[in-house]
């Protein structure tokens, strides 16, 4: 028997809304929606704490931006995974629930990291981005990669985990350990997250 170690969490915490971006993360029907390809059954769960974040986000005037996974037909990633989110196609938008407002950043990418071939990093140094909270699904696939790559570029990243969702407890623990570990980010809940 494998023990997970004890992960740190921080109640609340103040981020500043200038220097701050909310990044949401393959909220789209293929993954959040029951009807979708590849859906991950607590999805649904964490939207309203999404929805909290994005409406304090929007108060604040932090920055929002999506990510979408966007694959054309003959993706190489349909030999590790069924076809998802194909560009165009209603597995690929964003769940109606959580739909983008003129002025959030949408970021079309092709494999997990959204910062991989994608202008992510440029638009956050443009606008003086420092801190970044990242939410969506899947917390060990996408969400993990896109921190990861984040914290390598030295954004301090933050994590709500009721705004995070895996295919399995293990799934979303295993992000949090790296998350935390190795990556120094913070992990807390919506309700914490305060932009001032």
């Given amino acids: 028997m494998i023990e997970v170690p004890e992960i740190p969490k921080v109640e609340s915490l103040e981020l500043p809304a200038r220097e701050t971006a909310l990044i949401v993360v393959d909220m789209q029907n293929d993954f959040a929606h029951p009807q979708g390809t590849l859906f991950v059954p607590d999805a649904p769960q964490s939207v309203p704490a999404i929805r909290l974040l994005l ?6 005037g932090v920055r929002v931006v999506y990510t979408q996974d ?3 037909e003959d993706d190489p990633e349909f030999q590790i995974w069924p076809r998802h989110a194909v560009a165009g196609t209603w597995g690929a938008e964003i769940l109606e629930d959580l739909r983008p407002e003129p002025g959030d950043l949408i970021v079309q990418k092709v494999r997990y990291d959204a910062f991989y071939g994608t202008p ?3 638009y956050l ?6 801190h970044v909270v990242v939410t969506g699904t899947v ?4 969400v993990l990669h896109t921190a990861g790559s984040a914290a390598l570029r030295w954004y301090r990243v933050v994590l709500p985990e009721d705004a995070t969702s895996a295919l399995t407890p293990f799934d979303l623990q295993a ?8 990556y120094q980010g913070k992990v807390t809940r919506a309700a914490g997250v305060r932009f001032v």
């Fill in 139 to 142: 917390a060990n696939i996408c």
């Fill in 175 to 182: 992000a949090l350990r790296q998350i935390t570990f190795l």
């Fill in 55 to 60: 409406e304090r986000a929007r108060q604040a």
């Fill in 70 to 72: 966007w694959h054309r």
């Fill in 125 to 130: 140094h443009l606008w003086g981005v420092k």
């Fill in 120 to 122: 992510l990093d440029h």
